[in-house]
């Protein structure tokens, strides 16, 4: 009995009193029950910091018509490109860098100077009087603002292991709900003064900055939210430095026989050198996959709106930014039931691989219809684009849900900010490329009107379906491979 007792002593786990991760461990073990708490507290910081990214599509075209850098209609979705893609550009320059700043001094203030940046470069934004500006605030908004690696790994770390796929689908239901809310809010609160004339006059701040209503809105959201941030836990463990002082020796000599505590040696005899996390297959290929459907799906983004809100001459839907509004409304709504409901039981059914993998080819020939769709008129067109947008929306978060499931499981927690930083640099120079990219290839596929071989936005929607069929291709092995512990 005595040795049985000395056994169970052994593999009790031995937590830190002053260490906040083990402070997130000792209450997920006398937690019970769906964590309703925590998954409001990460999907609201989340939501805040997705809405300006790209808030901006459905009043971008206008906004690069005022600042009268275009020489001629067609020339304005190049120009909005070189916008959308700057924001991407500055998170890829300093995304490694929060990572190793979440790994060594914590989650939680990375989250709150990413959320403070959203409150300060966002709405500074909205008063953008030039191009040049307008890209500068952009720029500095995506390069102080590394939120999103650090809270992935958040995710997985305050959640018990049966809700750890709810906890990052939490993440991504969030991120992809504020990629949509954050368009419909531009659309509908852009240009106020021409909107809601008896509400805002034309010689108002809103009258002469007419994009900065919007941008308000979600920075004063934001501004909360940074306030509220700052009782959230933390959940780095931050023992390794002194464990040796405040341990008793007997713990020390004992606790190379306790498989669950390997740091305590660790510190007697220095720390074991990390693994290499660029040679870490598993991690790596996760990470391609993401970046191939992350640049899909962000040139899909701007495309969408720049498509919606042009003339018809050039195969658009002459919408306007509250029509572009509505639209993107509806599959928020829709995009929040799926993840919320669905798409954990498809997860623990299918995998995260195969949700992945079928996913990425259903959008295939939902993209292939969008052309077509911009035949109909009135009441059949709202319809079927609806329709649409929601699954096209709700197919595209699956699959990122499932990549960062892969990605987070593929290292330890004391790499894991790192990972999502690295994540996030090569994602950022891909989603950069998205919107520069769609741009210009918007502004091109609108003047080839009368070709032969895929006019107009035909040719568009053909080069989103080749990258989708690219992503879709990178989710088999030996492209993409799961971490077996």
């Given at each position: 009995m005595a040795v049985e007792e000395q056994k169970e002593a052994l593999l009790k786990k031995h937590y830190y009193e002053n260490c906040p991760g083990c402070k997130v461990e000792k209450l997920k073990e006398s937690q019970g029950g769906l964590p309703i708490r925590e998954l409001f507290s990460i999907w609201i910081v989340v939501l805040c910091n997705a809405l300006p990214i790209s808030s901006l599509f459905p009043f971008l075209y206008f906004m690069i018509r005022d600042f009268h850098i275009a020489e001629r209609e067609e020339d304005i979705g190049y120009y909005a490109g070189y916008v959308g893609c700057s924001l991407m550009l500055g998170r890829a320059l300093t995304s490694v860098l929060w990572g190793v700043v979440a790994d060594r001094y914590g989650r939680k203030p990375v989250i709150?100077?990413?959320?403070?940046?959203?409150?300060?470069?966002?709405t500074l934004f909205g008063l953008s009087v030039n191009f040049w500006m307008a890209i500068a605030m952009r720029f500095l908004l995506g390069s102080l603002n590394g939120l999103y690696g650090p809270i992935k790994a958040y995710a997985t770390e305050l959640f018990r292991e049966e809700y750890q796929a709810l906890g990052v689908s939490t993440v991504s239901t969030a991120w992809g709900i504020g990629l949509i809310i954050g368009p419909a809010l531009g659309g509908y609160l852009a240009q106020p003064a021409?909107?809601?004339?008896?509400?805002?006059?034309?010689?108002?701040?809103?009258?002469?900055?007419?994009?900065?209503?919007?941008?308000?809105?979600?920075?004063?959201?934001?501004?909360?939210?940074?306030?509220?941030?700052?009782?959230?836990?933390?959940?780095?463990?931050?023992?390794?430095?002194?464990?040796?002082?405040?341990?008793?020796?007997?713990?020390?000599?004992?606790?190379?026989?306790?498989?669950?505590?390997?740091?305590?040696?660790?510190?007697?005899?220095?720390?074991?050198?990390?693994?290499?996390?660029?040679?870490?297959?598993?991690?790596?290929?996760?990470?391609?996959?993401?970046?191939?459907?992350?640049?899909?799906?962000?040139?899909?983004?701007?495309?969408?709106?720049?498509?919606?809100?042009?003339?018809?001459?050039?195969?658009?839907?002459?919408?306007?930014?509250?029509?572009?509004?509505?639209?993107?409304?509806?599959?928020g709504a829709g995009l929040l039931i799926f993840q919320t409901c669905l798409y954990p039981y498809m997860d623990r059914l299918l995998g995260p691989i195969l949700v992945a993998r079928i996913c990425g080819a259903l959008s295939l020939p939902l993209l292939s219809s969008y052309p077509f769709i911009a035949m109909l008129t009135g009441l059949s067109l709202s319809i079927v684009l609806n329709c649409a947008s929601v699954v096209k929306n709700v197919l595209s978060l699956s699959v990122f849900t499932g990549l960062f499931l892969l990605q987070n499981k593929a290292v330890d927690q004391d790499q894991r900010g790192a990972a999502n930083g690295i994540a996030m640099t090569a994602m950022s120079l891909f989603k950069a490329a998205g919107p520069a990219g769609g741009g210009t290839l918007f502004s091109w596929a609108q003047k080839r009107q009368d070709a032969a071989f895929l006019p107009g936005d035909q040719m568009i929607f053909f080069i989103l379906n080749v990258v989708a069929a690219i992503g879709v291709l990178m989710t088999f092995k030996p492209f993409l491979v799961e971490r077996r512990d």
């Open positions: 709150i100077t990413g959320t403070i940046a959203v409150v300060i470069f966002n021409e909107k809601f004339p008896s509400i805002f006059s034309k010689e108002s701040v809103f009258g002469r900055f007419p994009y900065f209503l919007p941008c308000l809105t979600i920075s004063f959201f934001a501004l909360v939210v940074c306030v509220a941030s700052c009782w959230l836990p933390e959940t780095l463990h931050m023992h390794h430095a002194n464990s040796e002082l405040d341990e008793p020796r007997e713990d020390v000599e004992t606790a190379s026989l306790e498989a669950g505590v390997k740091c305590k040696m660790q510190n007697v005899k220095g720390k074991a050198p990390k693994k290499s996390l660029l040679r870490n297959w598993p991690l790596m290929s996760a990470i391609i996959a993401y970046c191939v459907f992350s640049l899909h799906d962000m040139a899909y983004s701007e495309i969408f709106s720049l498509w919606a809100v042009s003339p018809r001459q050039y195969g658009g839907l002459s919408y306007t930014t509250e029509d572009v509004g509505t639209v993107l409304s509806i599959s």
